[in-house]
DNA sequence: GGTGCCGCATGACATCTGTCATGCGGCACC
DNA sequence: GGTGCCGCATGACAGATGTCATGCGGCACC
């Protein structure tokens, strides 16, 4: 910890909001920005280049997901501290992202003085997590789909028929409408638009 | 202009965001962020109470879109210079935006340095606007869909069926069905699916 | 005061979607 | 080396969805 500065990777893919947190972490006198990142497939380079204490991982991004960088940073640089930071407190969210490493977890609907908090302490060994969002996700349970099921219903989600499914996926026709109906039964949904969004709700898309 | 100071209200439904934002623009010289709002429909009120200059506005947010709050502010304090702020570059925003009386349309993919510029043009009477989203604007032409079509496609995009949309909006489920078929062939797609996705990516529902 | 569009409706039809029963090979677990 | 789950498939069926032709009243525009 030279200088008594803690270095932070910020990655997030709206400019105007990257530079906006940046700005806000700025003004804390312990806390330094050293690199910024708009894209999840450009956080590890970025990270081996620049010698940081703490990454900020925004969830929705181009080429990688932030839980996805998350895992990837959580495996090459064990050491390194991992707040995940996303616009949706989707439970399934908060449980794919602790599973990947994650020391704290924050909604940007949260005040913004928690992010400099949730810097400090994890930095110091804690982790940080919304009670009322770990209670949800608690509560929710684990998500209750196969692979293929999230597979399928990931691809329905654009509103592509069974048949071109069927052709993107290399299944038959009847595959297809096989996965999805168990998927909507155990959604307790009545039909693939439902289940799309009930999925997407709870973070398990 | 008393002082000197170019008085900002900023509207924005993420706590973490909007106050990273003000911090951004707290460290120009020239400009004061006055006063805060979460809700759309707080606006009006925040605005009279506080003589500001400005207004920035975020569309997406909870009790009324920035859009609605952006035409409330042009009809009631015209005079007021008002700056829409969204992530998604919706041609169909941008439109909506610009008939509300709006003098500037940003997307928060773009950089930070712009919206400082921008608050300090509109209030020297230019209006900003992305020229690739003004051209998208124009090219994609006017909004095909009748109001009905619209009010149908937006109580449909939940996934309800023919019978509850029937229901609800105090139709037969013939004509229910008539609207979308329509809207689907306006918008040259093959189910109502795909009808909610492309209406709402052109910015159009 | 026609002409034409819009909102609303009906009925018929083809297709798509969701469900269910059933089957088979692979693989893991006891 | 059974038993059972998973992935994949088929076929049959009911119900939902999308299309089309057609009709009627209201209203705006020339």
């Not at 804390?28 to 497939?41: K, P, T």
């Amino acid at each position: 910890m030279s200088g008594g500065m803690i270095k932070v990777l910020l990655a997030e893919d709206q400019s105007m909001v990257r530079e906006a947190l940046a700005a806000l972490l700025g003004l804390e006198d312990d806390i330094e920005v050293v690199a910024q990142v708009a894209r999840g497939d450009e956080v590890l380079a970025a990270a081996r280049a620049h010698d940081i204490d703490v990454a900020l991982l925004d969830i929705e991004m181009p080429g990688a997901t932030g839980i996805e960088a998350a895992a990837q940073l959580h495996k090459e640089l064990p050491g390194l501290k991992l707040v995940v930071l996303t616009t949706f407190g989707r439970p399934g969210y908060l449980r794919s992202a602790m599973e990947a490493g994650a020391d704290a977890f924050l909604v940007k609907d949260a005040p913004a003085a928690q992010l400099a908090e949730a810097v400090r302490k994890v930095l110091a060994g804690e982790r940080v997590i919304d009670p009322t969002l770990a209670a949800a996700a608690l509560a929710g349970g684990a998500n209750p789909l196969t692979d293929r099921e999230r597979e399928v219903l990931r691809a329905a989600a654009d509103g592509s028929t069974n048949a071109e499914l069927a052709a993107a996926l290399h299944l038959s026709q009847g595959t297809v409408r096989n996965y999805l109906s168990t998927a909507i039964q155990k959604l307790a949904v009545r039909n693939r638009a439902e289940a799309v969004r009930t999925a997407r709700e709870k973070g398990w898309l």
